[in-house]
């Protein structure tokens, strides 16, 4: 077996030790679910009883990264933020030290100064008990920030109580939540004489954020709507309960208080549906009516199910931006092993699905010598609004992990990775037959898209080396599979040059169906009558680093992929190189 064969086995998981050493306030447990059928949908997974999310045709391409881009010296984890008047960044930290040398604490205030391309800096504020109370027994609960704003000067946070254990049901139940407040930036803070939100009702709450100070919200809402703060919040948990202690969040709230009394629970006001297009508002919590219903599932099946969990909701605590110069809001959700983003025109939606990205079941890969990668995902997705650009194409996602199986450091810090996207516009193809003109290296704003890349190296398929290999390998028994691209504009085509990466004796091949697709108007369409040559086998027999060219009638389209059923027993496929031409 070659050295990346060798590798590849080498990092795989095999067993329940070491496979999810998870720290308080981590991203999962050893739970499992009972196993589920296999999904029958490559874009957007789900069970056979609960329909794909809608999917968003506003954004051309998105591309998230496949690993932390910027780090920072800091230890923790949920880094929920806010942008505040004073033009720093304000950040909450759970279970770490924060930005500061001393002991580690189940929440911490941070100010943070920087930027994405000089680094970062901070200092901690306010810890523990100063910031929060733990409303439950804290023997079994302990405090959590789940999203933080700033308006007129003043900085809101929203604390809950989560699960502290015993073993597996850590972090799998949220009872209580409450928000603190500080009026001098994050030093002192007051606290709720009582939790404003029981029972596991609204108790994940994070605010939406209009940019500096909350400055953006008049241009986006009104005068009138301007005079308050909105937050979203989820029921039960702040994502899905891997013991079932309580009911997987299947919906996203929304309600609004004034923004000079967000503390009183009983000046808020809950979304209760719409009147026309313009939304009702409640007192009474009963009356709320879902922004966003998603019951899909992710990973419905997993190799190591009884150990890792699988059969993920998709709906978790996350952050809510509003972005200025695209006049879109972006709500960044995830499971154990995916990020799952969503864009609406309003903050009553309606919500779309515009990005799924699968980083695959652990172990991931962090930075550090041994490393095939780096590429991890992670939980508690925010977008700083600080860092969004002027034309709202490119902004920074902060997102944690820490799992002991993993190669190299993890990303248990303020980190952030770009995420980039390119709106929509109709257009029509306008290139001309040339045989040499490779449109994965030349199409507008090329995206590669895949159903996972085990190591991260999504850009190995179309950078003219074709000896670097990669596969789809995820833990997952998968049924489709595809490696492909999208660009921003349309283009006719009707040759696609596929080159196999590395083999192994459990994958690597596609096993049946393997297919042309080109996207239309958002949908995924089967090149018809396409022929291969030379005829692909369906076995190892594929070949490593063996070339096979599909040619088949013109089609224009702003994305193609190769999908078929993945091979071998461990349900993958690998790649070289994936050329397309117009010839």
């Given amino acids: 077996m070659s050295d990346l064969g060798r590798r590849r086995f080498m990092f795989g998981v095999s067993g329940a030790a070491g496979v999810l050493a998870v720290g308080l306030g981590g991203a999962g447990s050893a739970g499992s679910r009972s196993p589920e ?81 000089g680094g970062f800096t901070g200092e901690v504020l306010a810890v523990s008990g100063a910031v929060g109370a733990v409303w439950g027994d804290p023997e079994r609960y302990n405090r959590k920030p789940t999203g933080i704003v700033c308006v007129d000067g003043r900085l809101y946070l929203a604390i809950q109580d989560l699960r502290a254990g015993p073993g597996d049901i850590a972090f799998n139940d949220a009872p209580n939540a409450s928000v603190s407040w500080s009026d001098d930036h994050g030093r002192t803070w007051h606290k709720t004489q ?30 009138d709507a301007a005079r308050y703060v909105y937050a979203y919040g989820l029921d039960g948990n702040w994502r899905g309960s891997f013991t079932a202690t309580v009911a997987d969040p299947f919906d996203l709230y929304l ?24 939304p009702r508002w409640s007192k009474h919590l009963e009356e709320r009516r879902t922004v966003l219903r998603d019951t899909r599932r992710q990973y419905t099946t997993l190799r190591n199910y009884r150990e890792c969990p699988h059969n993920l909701s998709v709906i978790s605590q996350g952050g809510v931006v509003y972005v200025k110069a695209l006049k879109r809001y972006l709500y960044t959700s995830w499971t154990e092993y995916t ?11 309606p919500w779309k699905l515009f990005l799924t990205k ?48 993993a190669g190299g450091d993890t990303a248990y810090s303020f980190n952030l990775r770009k995420l980039a996207l390119q709106p929509f516009s109709a257009q029509s193809p306008a290139n001309q037959p040339d045989p040499t003109d490779n449109l994965a290296y030349s199409g ?14 999504t850009e190995y398929y179309n950078d003219g080396d074709f000896t670097k290999s990669e596969n789809s390998f995820d833990q997952e028994n998968k049924d489709l599979d595809y490696w492909g691209f999208t660009w921003v504009k349309p283009y006719l085509m009707n040759q696609v040059v596929y080159t196999t990466g590395e083999m192994f004796d459990d994958g690597g091949w596609f096993a049946a169906g393997l297919r042309v697709q080109v996207r239309q108007n958002f949908r995924w369409v089967d090149a018809q009558n396409a ?39 461990s349900y993958f496929t690998s790649i070289a190189e994936l050329e397309v031409y117009y010839r």
């Fill in 444 to 457: 507008a704003s090329v995206t590669p898209i895949e159903k996972s890349a085990h190591y991260g190296h």
């Fill in 194 to 223: 009582q939790p404003m939100f029981t029972g596991g009702v609204f108790t994940t709450v994070f605010f939406l954020d209009f940019g500096r100070d909350s400055g953006d919200t008049a241009a986006a809402l009104g005068a």
């Fill in 358 to 405: 699968d980083f695959g079941g652990y172990p991931w890969f962090g930075r550090g010598s041994g490393c095939p990668g780096p590429k991890n995902g992670g939980y508690a997705t925010t977008i700083p609004s600080k860092f969004i650009s002027p034309d709202g194409t490119s902004m920074w996602v902060q997102s944690n992990w820490w799992v002991g199986s």
């Fill in 255 to 278: 309600a609004r208080a004034p923004k000079d009394a967000v503390e009183h629970r009983n000046r808020w006001e809950f979304f209760a549906g719409l009147d026309g297009d313009q």
């Fill in 339 to 349: 990020f799952e983003f969503y864009e609406a025109p309003t903050p009553w939606g």
């Fill in 531 to 569: 022929k291969v040559e030379p005829r692909y086998p369906y076995t190892s027999a594929a070949g490593a680093f063996k070339t096979y060219t599909f040619n088949f009638a013109t089609l224009s389209g702003d994305g193609l992929r190769i999908v078929g059923k993945p091979g071998g027993s």
């Fill in 37 to 117: 059928p296999e999904h029958g949908s490559v874009e957007t997974p789900s069970t056979p009883d609960a329909p794909a999310a809608e999917l968003s045709t506003f954004f051309a391409t998105a591309s998230v990264g496949n690993a932390l881009e910027v780090d920072s010296e800091s230890d923790g984890d949920l880094w929920v933020t806010c942008w505040a008047d004073d033009d720093n960044l304000y950040s909450v930290n759970g279970d770490g030290s924060g930005f500061g040398d001393g002991p580690r604490h189940d929440i911490a205030v941070n100010r943070i100064s920087g930027d994405p391309k």
